[in-house]
């Protein structure tokens, strides 16, 4: 747990790789795109406000 406080680093990444994967589907403009946007844009911030509120749950945790 100590070690989640000192280095967020891993987890931000971890969830910046998988939010960057799916831009390209989220600003898809091609046949049947207007059924993968809503999907990607729930799932991209789904990572965001999931690493957010771990990174914040630990801190609290911790201190």
């Known amino acids: 747990m100590l070690q989640a406080y000192k280095s967020p680093h891993p987890v ?3 969830a910046l ?9 989220a600003l ?3 046949t049947g795109a207007e059924v993968e ?3 990607a844009t ?3 911030g789904g990572l965001i406000s999931a690493t957010l509120g771990s990174s914040q749950n630990v801190s609290q945790n911790v201190r």
């Open 17 to 25: 790789v998988a939010s960057l994967g799916f831009v390209p589907t």
């Open 42 to 44: 729930v799932v991209i």
């Open 37 to 39: 946007k809503p999907l």
């Open 12 to 14: 931000a990444m971890t």
């Open 28 to 30: 898809a403009t091609r």
